[in-house]
């Protein structure tokens, strides 16, 4: 072992691991929810099939919002790796 | 791996031109000799190119009918430019370039132009005094958040353009080369990794993807313009 860990180094390693957690969370609860919102529309279209249309653009609209979340993160984990503001 | 906009063109003084520009230059020309060719010629029975051009046209007027309501028509060119732009913009990598969206100045840009016209159609629908009331609506001490809450909406609308399409590139651009390196370390003549297996992401990513994002855009666009008039409807 003759090579030390530079402040460099670590700064890197704890960017990259907290740009996967940072999209990795993110994504866990976006997914939940557009499936939530998916799963809501499924049971809509079963229940009324002529409001098929109308429901399609209500659910991509409403999983639009929620994904907004994780695109913040997607931001979030894009700077860490690729515009590091620490290094 | 540079995901960042390139430098096409840099003057002596500092101000470079990116591909972003050019592109974005470009995507505007096609759109605008495309509507005037089309709208040549035309005769009371359309016929060619004209009876496209009015599929498009009145597929965008009925559907802002539909979402916004007959008052606001006045909106349908806006938006229909809108789509057509960022779906365009969207798919440029379908032809290898880099999509104009994929750079935050473009989507902030168009989401600037949707917040205008939000403020507008508010002053115009209340007026000054009637929009601050109204931002002071259910207790006063609410008139901070609400102002976070409309300087919000842009920066979310753009980024979650934005984000999107990065996303795809990013995700294309890493698929590119992680096969263009198996097919090298396989020693293929020809490079049949990185020719054939994406073709699926690249269906996802520039063509179902763009079309979504497009719609969700001046989806959101409409109905945030259509908030500031239909609460208008309810109070008279």
């Known amino acids: 072992m003759s090579s030390q860990i530079t402040p460099e180094a670590l700064i890197y390693a704890f960017s990259a691991l907290g740009a996967a957690v940072s999209i990795g969370f993110a994504a866990l609860g976006i997914g939940i929810g557009q499936g939530l919102a998916a799963s809501r529309a499924v049971e809509g279209v079963g229940r009324q099939p002529e409001a098929k249309g109308d429901l399609l653009q209500v659910m991509l609209v409403g999983q639009a919002v929620t994904e907004t979340t994780g695109i913040f993160a997607f931001i979030v984990s894009i700077v860490l790796l690729f515009a590091n503001p620490f290094a | ?236």
């Open chain 2, 1 to 236: 791996m540079d995901i960042g906009p390139q430098i096409v063109i840099k003057f002596d003084n500092g101000i470079f031109i990116t591909n972003t520009v050019c592109f974005g230059i470009i995507v505007a020309v096609i759109l605008i000799v495309l509507a005037l060719w089309s709208t040549r010629r035309m005769k009371k029975v359309p016929d060619g190119k004209q009876v496209i051009a009015e599929v498009v046209v009145e597929g965008v007027y009925n559907m802002v009918k539909a979402t916004m309501g007959p008052k606001a028509i006045n909106y349908a060119p806006y938006i229909g430019t809108l789509f057509f732009f960022v779906l365009l913009s969207n798919m440029l990598g379908l032809f290898g370039q880099r999509p104009v969206t994929a750079d935050v100045n473009t989507t902030f840009a168009l989401a600037a132009i949707t917040f205008v016209l939000i403020q507008r159609q508010a002053l115009k629908s209340y007026g000054l005094i009637g929009k601050m009331k109204e931002m002071a609506q259910p207790y006063p001490f609410m008139f901070p958040l609400k102002i976070i809450e409309q300087l919000s909406f842009p920066i979310s609308l753009s980024f979650r353009l934005f984000g999107n399409i990065l996303g795809g590139v990013i995700v294309i651009e890493m698929l590119l080369g992680g096969l263009a390196t198996a097919s090298e370390a396989l020693h293929l003549p020809i490079p049949l990794l990185d020719a054939v297996i994406p073709l699926p992401a690249n269906f996802f990513f520039d063509v179902f993807e763009p079309v979504l994002q497009a719609f969700i855009f001046t989806m959101l666009t409409m109905v945030f313009i259509t908030m500031e008039i239909a609460t208008r409807d309810e109070e008279h």
